[in-house]
């Protein structure tokens, strides 16, 4: 019987200051997933994008070879940006 492979996720927190409010993130990814949680100040997911397997490049957060890699960093920054201000609403 066969068993499922673990995925290596990597984990990488990141703060944002949006319109003077500090927005606390952490990027998840791996090879050829990726999303964002929000941890501060609301919780939220927001949906990265997946690299299908026979694509013979991988996600990395920064400094990618061109050739082979893509840096998510600048667009999850751009995603949580535009998330924060649609949904957030001030207490």
């Given at each position: 019987?066969?068993?499922?492979?673990?995925?290596?996720?990597?984990?990488?927190?990141?703060?944002?200051?949006?319109?003077?409010?500090?927005?606390?993130?952490?990027?998840?990814?791996?090879?050829?997933?990726?999303?964002?949680?929000?941890?501060?100040p609301f919780?939220?997911?927001?949906?990265?994008?997946?690299?299908?397997?026979?694509?013979?490049?991988?996600?990395?957060?920064?400094?990618?070879?061109?050739?082979?890699e893509?840096?998510?960093?600048?667009?999850?920054?751009?995603?949580?940006?535009?998330?924060?201000?649609e949904?957030?609403?001030?207490?």
């Amino acid at each position: 019987m066969a068993t499922k492979a673990k995925i290596p996720w990597i984990k990488s927190e990141i703060t944002i200051e949006i319109e003077g409010i500090n927005v606390i993130s952490q990027i998840s990814w791996w090879s050829k997933d990726y999303y964002i949680d929000i941890v501060s100040p609301f919780k939220a997911r927001i949906s990265g994008e997946h690299m299908m397997y026979s694509v013979p490049c991988k996600f990395v957060l920064v400094k990618a070879n061109p050739k082979s890699e893509l840096a998510i960093l600048d667009r999850c920054i751009k995603k949580i940006i535009e998330y924060f201000q649609e949904n957030y609403k001030p207490v």
